[in-house]
């Protein structure tokens, strides 16, 4: 059974950092390009960075030069480090392959930027 395990979500002003982290089991991710995603209420999930089996990386506009993806394929893990954070980036985050796979939505992490 896969699963997708996000962590590291909070509140923080604007302007501030947070590390998102997610552990993934049952699934080979040494071979799969894994990627962050997030959703608010109003929006459809969106991509907001994809890291290549080869180390690639890709960002959304909105995020580039701001966040950074990177895994750990011995932890089996994918973490975001977000600086610089705006009000617009408040969103449920999660984790998943890139392209997504359904069945792998985990739970996510509520990532909330407010003065």
């Known amino acids: 059974q896969v699963r997708m395990v996000e962590s590291g979500g909070g509140v923080v002003r604007p302007g501030g950092s947070l590390r998102l982290s997610c552990a993934a089991s049952g699934i080979l991710i040494a071979i799969s390009d894994l990627a962050w995603y997030r959703q608010t209420p109003a929006n459809q999930r969106e991509l907001v960075a994809r890291?290549?089996?080869?180390?690639?990386?890709h960002y959304a506009d909105s995020v580039k030069g701001r966040f950074t993806i990177s895994r750990d394929n011995a932890r089996k893990s994918v973490y975001l480090q977000m600086n610089s954070l705006k009000p617009e980036d408040t969103a449920v985050y999660y984790c998943?392959?890139?392209?997504?796979?359904?069945?792998?939505w985990g739970q996510g992490t509520q990532v909330t930027v407010s003065s």
């Open positions: 998943n392959k890139a392209p997504p796979i359904p069945g792998y």
């Open positions: 890291v290549s089996t080869r180390g690639n990386t």
